[in-house]
Structures are given as C-alpha cells and as structure tokens.
C-alpha cells in the first residue's frame, strides 16, 4: 500500500487549498481512506474520512461545512478540499487507508504535506 500527499502550502486565512492524494497497492473498494492532522504540539487528529462499511463520509466538528473529500476511484486519488480556511487549520496533513479509518484503524500512512494558514 503506498500513498502519496501532495499540494500543502501557504494560503492566507478565509482562502482555499486542496490537498492531493495518489494511492497504489491496495483494492479501493476495500480499504476506508481518511484524512489526518497534526499541529504543532498537538495529537494528530482526524479530519475526514470514508468508511469501508458503508462508504459514508464523516468530518471533524472542527472542519464541517468546509472541508469536503471527494474521490476519484479511475484516476486513483482522493482529495482534501478545504476552504473557509483559519490560522487553526495550520497542520502536516496525511491521507491515509485502512481497514476503517473512521475508528482509527490505519495500515498505511503517506507522507505529509504542510498547510500553514496566516492570519
């Protein structure tokens, strides 16, 4: 399983960025996928995921109503569309896949990419 986050960068707070992810290795269909942070000093949380159960998307209070993940199974990626963005939402953000990332359970991790949000 291999995953590979791309697209972090520097936006000024109320902008807009959106996070890239190619994933290889591993049955889509099969796997739930999510999106993490981690900010300085913190735990890393969750963001968003996709559950392998039943396919439903879930966001962390924190980011609802405006982040969205969307996917794209032919091309391989999935998306962190994130807008309405605050100098809180400054973390290393890493996508990752699962048995079901919605509780946590993670088998593979891509690198992280950098969001800084300026206020």
């Known amino acids: 399983v291999q995953l590979q986050a791309s697209g972090g960068g520097l936006v000024q707070a109320g902008g807009s960025l959106r996070l890239s992810c190619a994933y290889s290795?591993?049955?889509?269909?099969?796997?739930?996928i999510g999106w993490f942070r981690e900010a300085p000093g913190k735990e890393r949380e969750r963001v968003s995921c996709?559950?392998?159960?039943?396919?439903?998307?879930a966001y962390a209070d924190s980011v609802k109503g405006r982040f969205t993940m969307p996917r794209d199974n032919d091309k391989s990626m999935m998306y962190l569309q994130m807008d309405s963005l605050k100098p809180e939402d400054t973390a290393v953000y890493y996508c990752?896949?699962?048995?079901?990332?919605?509780?946590?359970?993670?088998?593979?991790w891509g690198e992280g990419t950098l969001v800084t949000v300026s206020s």
């Open positions: 990752a896949a699962g048995f079901d990332p919605c509780v946590n359970a993670v088998d593979a």
């Open positions: 290795g591993f049955p889509f269909d099969n796997y739930g």
């Open positions: 996709i559950s392998r159960r039943d396919g439903s998307t």
